[in-house]
T-cell receptor, first 117, second 114 residues
Framework: GAVVSQHPSWVICKSGTSVKIECRSLDFQATTMFWYRQFPKQSLMLMATSNEGSKATYEQGVEKDKFLINHASLTLSTLTVTSAHPEDSSFYIC?????????????FGPGTRLTVT | AQSVTQLDSQVPVFEEAPVELRCNYSSSVSVYLFWYVQYPNQGLQLLLKYLSGSTLVKGINGFEAEFNKSQTSFHLRKPSVHISDTAEYFCAVSDQGSSYKLIFGSGTRLLVRP
């Protein structure tokens, strides 16, 4: 089946620094990737849709200058949390759409636990 | 706008008992429906999906779900659960448009007891 990886799996950073999270589709080309945020014991909140070669589309209320998304290739999307603060601590999950199937299924990465101190 | 409702935040059940996790959705357009499972500190794994055709959908790990258009429901069932089924289960909907976005329910924690 389709495999999506994320790196790193967990990261601790100091307040004010920036952190980059990578999302890769390992065995398919993903024209569209999605970034979600999940708070403890809550559902996934879609942050943005990342399309290869174009600007990301952010959901309402998501600061595009704080959460920079780049989708430079068909297998890699990155999320950079800029000037991180403790309230940015969360579980970030990416997913990728495999256009080779129905196109509506999303395959999820294992997630990245970000802790800002 | 679409929405997904999972009324049960937690469902406790004994091992080998049957279980049903409820999911209702609202949408003004035709939808695709999904169930995902999340184990602690992991991403989501697709259990099953309804795109078209038979309304009874079979997935992995012995799970199945039935799409009921008149009741706008997509309940997940398993005839006999195992301890290893303890996890968080999310129902999700995507409209048949071009955004491919998934809208998730709030999740149901299935707790299987010995």
């Amino acid at each position: 089946g389709a495999v999506v990886s994320q790196h790193p799996s967990w990261v601790i950073c100091k307040s004010g620094t920036s952190v980059k999270i990578e999302c890769r589709s390992l065995d398919f080309q993903a024209t569209t990737m999605f970034w979600y945020r999940q708070f403890p014991k809550q559902s996934l909140m879609l942050m943005a849709t990342s399309n290869e070669g174009s600007k990301a589309t952010y959901e309402q209320g998501v600061e595009k200058d704080k959460f920079l998304i780049n989708h430079a290739s068909l297998t890699l999307s990155t999320l950079t949390v800029t000037s991180a603060h403790p309230e940015d601590s969360s579980f970030y999950i990416c997913s990728a759409r495999d256009p080779g199937t129905s196109g509506y299924e999303q395959y999820f990465g294992p997630g990245t636990r970000l802790t800002v101190t | 706008a679409q929405s997904v409702t999972q009324l049960d935040s937690q469902v406790p059940v004994f091992e080998e008992a049957p279980v049903e996790l409820r999911c209702n959705y609202s949408s003004s357009v035709s939808v695709y429906l999904f169930w995902y499972v999340q184990y602690p500190n992991q991403g989501l794994q697709l259990l099953l999906k309804y795109l078209s055709g038979s309304t009874l959908v079979k997935g992995i790990n012995g799970f199945e779900a039935e799409f009921n258009k008149s009741q706008t429901s997509f309940h997940l069932r398993k005839p006999s659960v195992h301890i290893s089924d303890t996890a968080e289960y999310f129902c999700a909907v995507s409209d048949q448009g071009s955004s491919y976005k998934l809208i998730f329910g709030s999740g149901t924690r299935l707790l299987v007891r010995p």
